[in-house]
């Protein structure tokens, strides 16, 4: 092989050299039984055509990339953000490595999370055995002060009780009566990431604050409870504790696992940095209200805010963009009674300019997304301020409400009139749709560099490029740091949008004296 010590190469351009081609072309002609690249080329042609997009979109029985993950994995996410606390779920090994690896390959971090390792045998008889070795191991090894429990798809389909798995543990003495260990069902087979992030936070409440209300006084600790939901942004935490200290507000950010995914590299290692202490868990009822930062995906916090801790909850949307940044500023303030300060009137001051130097870039260009649901629809919300076009709006997990949501933003500008929602639709649906009506660009994670490569194998002119915005993001650095909530979010996206269009343009105006008369540095 032609990988020495003296010359070592990354898989790219390692794969090209000729023993590599070799082996690879003895391997499909021996074990692989491969059609002829003239038949694959007319399979993935017709691929492209309408008649095939309406057969797509008839398919029942199969997911073709789903654009959304399991619950447990929010869950693990959720669990990350409080304070010295071991996520740990109930449920076979490989899961919990699947779970690690995400974050891992996302955060560009080690993520600290823990299985019980059910095999066969507990498939059977049951993971009770497990869980008691597991929490009794866990504690002892990793010393948390808190252990949050969550579930697989083969405990839940054996239906394992993680109530009286975990009261049982403690009467036997596996770990004592007093240590924290709230828990939350999260089948793999139902719902998704946003879904188990729900799921584990209302488990937390629940746990730290049903059977202690007798006490608590809505508004006697005169603070806002803000809760992010499943969020992979580190700086939309950041911005928000600025944003809160720039009002003068007390709040309490319900969930913050900034510091524990982006820890420095000082020669110490922290399994456990920063987050969410729970004595403002148990706090929060006692705050003026609750403001859930990405409401559609939580709908369970919500209604255990609502009726347990007696808080309106009231109806904000996600803060993405000018005008719905506006509205949340302004709730807070109305609910605070502080003013907004003249440092966040300007930061709103400046995103104007730059949404003035910008519009005539994206002014009328197409861009299909998908995504989580809030993430999808602040999108749709602030591509219309800029004065783009969503034509494609792909949600695989949202509802028929979401839907109805989002087809009234698009009804209120001229520029949402092409717009059409998918909810239940995957990314094989949305590769059909970029080529039977082309967007200019395409908005979301990773995956969707499969749909770019796809369009660009038909030809150039049918392109789609990806605009990588998004969870997760793995085939990129350092994004994950970035921010997309508030004035500040606003000004990274529309960076983020404009210079793709710009880079678009340099990509097809740089043939030298044929399309170069646009190849300039006047604008």
């Known amino acids: 092989m032609s990988q020495t010590v003296d010359k070592i190469k990354p898989c790219y351009p390692l794969f090209g050299d000729e023993d590599y081609k070799a082996n690879l072309a003895a391997k499909r002609n021996t074990v692989e039984e491969v059609e002829s690249l003239d038949k694959i080329e007319e399979v993935f042609q017709w691929t492209t055509t309408k008649e095939y997009q309406e057969l797509n979109f008839k398919r029942e029985a199969l997911t073709i990339n789903p654009a959304k993950a399991c619950q447990p994995l929010g869950a693990v996410l959720c669990a990350l953000g409080f304070e010295k606390t071991l996520p740990y779920v109930h449920g076979s090994q490989g899961c919990v490595a699947y779970f690690r690896t995400y974050f891992n390959r996302h955060f560009k971090e080690p993520v600290a999370c823990v299985s019980d390792s059910m095999t066969e045998d507990a498939a059977v008889f049951g993971g009770q055995k497990n869980m008691f070795d597991g929490l009794e191991n866990a504690k002892a090894l990793y010393k948390p002060e808190m252990i949050a429990v969550s579930t697989t798809c083969m405990a839940e389909v054996i239906g394992d009780d993680l109530n009286a798995f975990i009261g049982n543990a403690k009467k036997e003495g596996h770990i004592p009566p007093e240590f924290p260990t709230p828990f939350a069902h999260t089948p793999s087979f139902v719902g998704s990431h946003t879904t188990g992030w729900d799921n584990m936070f209302e488990g937390i409440q629940r746990y730290f604050t049903l059977n202690e209300m007798e006490d608590k006084v809505v508004g006697s600790n005169a603070k806002i409870n803000l809760v992010p939901g499943f969020e992979t ?267 793709a269009v710009l880079d678009r343009l340099d990509d097809e105006t740089r043939e030298m004296g044929v399309t170069d008369y646009n190849y300039d540095l006047v604008r």
């Open 233 to 499: 942004y580190l700086g939309n935490y950041r911005v928000m504790h600025r944003m809160m200290k720039e009002m003068g507000v007390g709040y309490s950010l319900l969930c913050d696992p900034t510091e524990v995914l982006d820890t420095p590299a000082d020669g110490q290692f922290r399994m456990y940095d920063g987050g969410t202490p729970v004595s403002e868990m148990k706090d929060a009822p006692n705050a003026i209200d609750t403001i859930l930062l990405q409401p559609w995906q939580l709908p369970k916090t919500k209604k255990f805010a609502q009726i347990t801790w007696k808080h309106d909850v009231p109806a904000v949307s996600i803060p993405m963009g000018l005008e719905w940044t506006d509205e949340f500023l302004m709730k807070v303030s109305e609910l605070t009674g502080k003013e907004i300060p003249e440092s966040l009137a300007k930061e709103r001051g400046r995103l104007v300019d730059m949404m003035t130097d910008s519009h005539t870039w994206l002014h009328g260009k197409k861009f299909a997304l998908y995504g989580d649901a809030d993430y999808v629809l602040g999108m749709v919300k602030f591509l219309l301020e800029l004065g783009a076009e969503p034509t494609h709006i792909l949600c695989n997990h949202a509802n028929k409400r979401w839907k109805k949501e989002v087809e009234k933003v698009l009804a209120s500008s001229p520029y949402g009139a092409g717009g059409e929602v998918h909810i239940g639709k995957d990314l094989w649906h949305l590769r059909s749709l970029c080529f039977t009506d082309k967007p200019d660009f395409l908005i979301g994670n990773s995956y969707g560099k499969f749909i770019q490569r796809d369009t660009l194998h038909k030809g150039k002119e049918f392109e789609v490029p990806l605009i990588r915005i998004g969870f997760p993001i793995f085939d990129r650095h350092h994004l994950h740091r970035m921010t997309t909530l508030g004035y500040e979010g606003a000004m990274y996206i529309l960076t983020t949008l404009v210079n």
